[in-house]
Nanobody
Framework: QVQLVESGGGSVQSGVSLRLSCAAS?????????MGWFRQAPWKEREGVAT???????KYANSVKGRFTISLDNTENTVALRMNSLVPEDTAMYYC?????????????????????WGQGTQVTVSS
């Protein structure tokens, strides 16, 4: 069983940056294939934001390309999401997830149903 704990959310103004972090209870290199960040706004479906895999594959949603950066720290077993130039449309609950049970191909990287473990989420609210 893998436990994930997110941190770093908050309420900010448009244009500023936030950094989310997710701490895992297991070593990435031993257990997981991919780590991802997903988000869910009220009355919307959960969507993939960014993912990174231990076989050097990353993928971003079109809406965040060029603004968000995902990174892994294998020594600390954390995955971070640096979010720049935030806009109100980025307001959502952000979840960290791990795909640990099977390999994901590129087409699957942002599909939430491919991920096995989830954190509780951290809220990001961006005001104009």
């Amino acid at each position: 069983q893998v436990q994930l704990v997110e941190s770093g959310g908050g309420s900010v103004q448009s244009g500023v940056s936030l950094r989310l972090s997710c701490a895992a209870s297991s070593k990435f290199t031993d257990i997981m294939y991919c780590m991802g960040w997903f988000r869910q706004a009220p009355w919307k479906e959960r969507e993939g934001v960014a993912t990174i895999c231990n076989y050097d594959s990353t993928k971003y949603a079109n809406s965040v390309k060029g603004r968000f950066t995902i990174s892994l720290d294998n020594t600390e077993n954390t995955v971070a999401l640096r979010m720049n130039s935030l806009v109100p449309e980025d307001t959502a609950m952000y979840y960290c997830a791990a795909a640990a049970d099977h390999f994901l191909d590129y087409a699957q990287l942002l599909q939430s149903n491919e991920y096995d473990y989830w954190g509780q989420g951290t809220q990001v609210t961006v005001s104009s």
